[in-house]
């Protein structure tokens, strides 16, 4: 079973700069595109980046465009997502997931595997 460790969330203002980690074990993780979805209370899970294995390729939603990059290194099992000029609207749990193809892709069903977590909020 794949396991996905979030860490990195936080308390911090707006325009503030944050990045989150996930480790992932028991995957063969340069086999896999890596992305990240976020939800908000009262709002439905949303595509924030995703990876492809390879590194070279990486695709955002409009609302992070800009603001977020996405990284991963294989070596060490870990996908990074590099979260600046944070907003207010950023609050959410952010998750981890590990598709089922190397390609990257914001669609949720394409993620096996999920991680637990981390809260993210930004005090305006």
């Known amino acids: 079973q794949v396991v996905l460790v979030e860490s990195g969330g936080g308390l911090v203002q707006a325009g503030d700069s944050l990045r989150l980690s996930c480790a992932a074990s028991r995957l063969i993780f340069g086999s896999h595109a890596m992305g990240w979805f976020r939800q908000a209370p009262g709002h439905e899970r949303e595509f924030v980046a995703a990876i492809s294995w390879t590194g070279g390729s990486s695709y955002y939603a409009d609302s992070v465009k800009g603001r977020f990059t996405i990284s991963r290194d294989n070596a060490k099992n870990t996908v990074y997502p590099q979260m600046n000029s944070l907003k207010p609207e950023d609050t959410a749990v952010y998750y981890c997931?590990?598709?089922?193809?190397?390609?990257?892709?914001?669609?949720?069903?394409?993620?096996?595997?999920w991680g637990q977590g981390t809260q993210v909020t930004v005090s305006s």
């Open positions: 997931a590990a598709s089922r193809s190397s390609y990257s892709t914001n669609i949720a069903d394409s993620y096996s595997s």
